[in-house]
């Protein structure tokens, strides 16, 4: 089992950058493939961002491709989200999580760990 820590979200005004840090305890982040998930008020969990076990290969929802990045520190045993030209739209509780498998990446049922959340609110 695995435990996973968000931080890093805060108040930022449109077209800047924030970087989310998921820090994870009690297994290694090499078992799972790690995703973003974000949730607006009164709108379900989206999918942000995921990626493979082996950190080879990432997924980006349309929204935020070429504006985010996901990334492991296998050292640090810490996934990130980098953000960047962020917008109000983009603002919302955003959530990490863990998952076995190579597959579903973009699915909320697929994974099995969750943090607690991060608030993002972007300014226009």
């Known amino acids: 089992q695995v435990q996973l820590v968000e931080s890093g979200g805060g108040l930022v005004q449109a077209g800047g950058s924030l970087r989310l840090s998921c820090a994870a305890s009690g297994r290694t982040i090499s078992a799972y493939a790690m995703g973003w998930f974000r949730q607006a008020p009164g709108k379900e969990r989206e999918f942000v961002a995921g990626?493979?076990?082996?950190?080879?290969?990432?997924y980006y929802a349309d929204s935020v491709k070429d504006r985010c990045t996901i990334s492991r520190d296998s050292a640090k045993n810490t996934v990130y989200l980098q953000m960047s030209s962020l917008k109000p739209e983009d603002t919302a509780v955003y959530y990490c999580?863990?998952?076995?498998?190579?597959?579903?990446?973009?699915?909320?049922?697929?994974?099995?760990?969750w943090g607690q959340g991060t608030q993002v609110t972007v300014s226009s």
């Open positions: 999580a863990a998952k076995s498998g190579t597959s579903n990446y973009a699915s909320y049922s697929a994974y099995d760990y």
């Open positions: 990626n493979r076990w082996t950190g080879s290969t990432s």
